[in-house]
DNA sequence: CTGAAAGCGCTTACAG
DNA sequence: CTGAAAGCGCTTACAG
């Protein structure tokens, strides 16, 4: 900065207003400058940058990488973050933090980051606790179960489940059943995500008079194919199913085909609260609620800038899964009569 | 900092020489010191050692988001880079940056990080000039053309497909066909993965007396189903395929189905340079050949930290994928005799 | 509209 | 074994 300051013949502030457009600067000057910068190749050090103005611009993404595995979803989220707060002028950090918020303290204290995004947030999150008392600008991807005075951005699960439900009642389907993940530790018993959809589950089932069954597997295509087996056997007269499980969409599929199920001839399936790569991954391709994991991402980094920079804040907000049909849902199959059905006919 | 010399009553050089085990500092003191640290939680503001020791202690991971999908193969060596980073007291960033050296050009100037690790490296690959034409330290995972001098990890495609071939001639196989994977653009015909494992293929083919068959499709389930049609028509002899495509995998065994072949009673499929993840997603569970992605994030770090702190660097090393038996491979169906065999009988 | 100067919180020769 | 001081490359009141 120096030489280019000496190049144009003037101080090293004047150059640095005209580096961040922070101060009227004349015209003619600020032509010499921009001419000696670009003579000289030069660009700002962000380092010194940093520890002048006590901004970093950059920004970390905290994911419980040891406990919650990044799939396709989570990935297509922070790659969209890195864009998004590329354009603003920021850096993104990848942080594989742990759950409990003493790595993050640690972190935090070290200075690098000026403001953070937390992905898969508990209903009582320790790090949210630990951010606060820091004072550390930060926003939730998903949210606690008060997230009052918080800056977070979710997916509207009632809304998803409801337009989920919309489209397979409209189908003709009435025997549906909601497929969940099963924890992978006790912590995400209390996984803010999947709560919220078997709640909104449970009271939209209730509003159409429809039963409304849960039933949880592990995270993978064994366990899928597993509960695809014992669905047939418990549940026999079940024509839907949806599904907020990735990893388990495949082995359901395969589970049933194996027990001459047909999908979607005999059973549709709603993957929902997924990314269209994994339903397109799938045989038939699986009709899915799409997650909005690029606006999220988008969102999150803007609600954590927008703090920094003292902007109006762009509110906190719930963005539903969009349904992209695929070839895994269709019509419900005649129904064999039932006794109610034939007591009144 | 200050606040802690003032209250161990040393000089802020002092503390500085404990907090980086940097001078030798007499017993007594030190302990002073790190009391005064441990009531005043301190931890140094690494911002400003980055500026006074021109070492900011961040590398980042340079990877052409936008022109190739970060699958989970991608994404386990991602989280396994930053773990081992922060072993070495190192922060890992996320670079998607442009395929061309410009940007990444720009990013360097900004002197955010020490060193670098590249992705998706192609056989000549314009990043690697702009690296080494700004002596920045970096290590490619993947390797150029010529990587003579460079600091590279990388699959052993060789001994990949070598075993690879092993285990299914084993089986009894000998109409094999390799299925790699479509490029996405121009650029992407010269990457190095690709080209190198068609190579292997195609050499151990030739030394094993088989013809080497080599077909393209999409990286997609669509463009498996499509080719699993074409080869039950083109080549119905076929008994194993060996697939380099993760995400057409699921396509190939879908389709095959589709027209009633059966993996593996029928036929078998390898999916090679693959994870367990991608594996246990399918039904049957693949058979693959498990890419090294812990390993290679590990020692891809290790190489960019061994020059930047002058140790002896641990040396370019290739990585051979191992055998990971799943479902998707049995031996060969009795052959129908076929006009050879019946000469020679 | 421009510049001189203090300061961000450390590290690191250098001196003692 | 310890400290005083210069300096890393910028930003930012403050003065003119």
Redesign the pocket.
């Known amino acids: ?2 030489d280019v300051a000496e190049r144009a013949g ?5 150059v ?2 005209v ?2 457009n ?5 015209p ?2 600020r032509e010499r400058i921009e001419a000696a910068m670009a003579e000289l190749g030069f660009r ?2 962000v380092v ?2 940093a ?4 901004r970093t611009h950059i920004l970390a993404v905290a994911y419980p990488a040891l406990q919650h595995r990044l799939g396709s979803t989570a990935m297509g989220f922070i790659t969209s973050a890195a864009s998004a707060a590329s354009e603003h002028d920021y850096h993104l950090v990848l942080w594989p933090v742990d759950n409990d918020g003493g790595e993050l303290s640690e972190l935090m204290r070290e200075g690098l980051v000026d403001g953070i995004v937390l992905m898969e947030v508990l209903l009582h999150d320790p790090r949210v606790d630990t951010l606060l008392s820091a004072r550390m600008p930060f926003a939730m991807i998903g949210r606690t179960a008060d997230p009052t005075g918080l800056a977070f951005v979710d997916i509207d699960f009632e809304v998803t489940v409801e337009k989920g439900l919309d489209h397979l009642q409209g189908l003709g389907h009435r025997e549906i059943v909601f497929v969940s993940e099963r924890p992978p530790s006790e912590a995400f018993r209390a996984y803010g995500a999947k709560v919220r959809a078997e709640a909104a589950f449970r009271r939209s089932c209730a509003e159409r008079g429809l039963e409304p069954v849960i039933v949880e597997c592990a995270q993978n295509a064994a366990g899928g194919r597993e509960l695809a087996h014992e669905l047939i056997e418990a549940r026999p007269r079940t024509t839907a199913i949806m599904i907020m499980n990735e990893h388990a969409a495949f082995g359901v599929v395969s589970g049933l085909a194996r027990r001459g199920v047909r999908v979607p001839t005999d059973l549709s399936l709603l993957s929902i609260s997924t990314s269209s790569d994994m339903g397109a991954t799938s045989d038939p391709v699986l009709s899915i609620m799409r997650s909005p994991g690029k606006e999220l991402g988008r969102l999150g980094v803007e609600l954590v800038i927008a703090q920094l920079e003292g902007n109006e804040p762009p509110g906190s907000r719930l963005l539903p899964c969009e349904l992209e049909p695929g070839e895994s849902t269709a019509p419900a199959p005649p129904s064999p009569p039932s006794p109610m059905i034939m007591n009144t006919s």
Not at 22 to 26: F, H, I, N, P
Request: proline share 0%.
């Open positions: 900065m120096r003037v101080s090293i502030a004047t640095s207003f580096v961040n922070t101060k009227r600067v004349a003619a000057t700002r050090n010194a940058r520890l002048a103005s006590r």
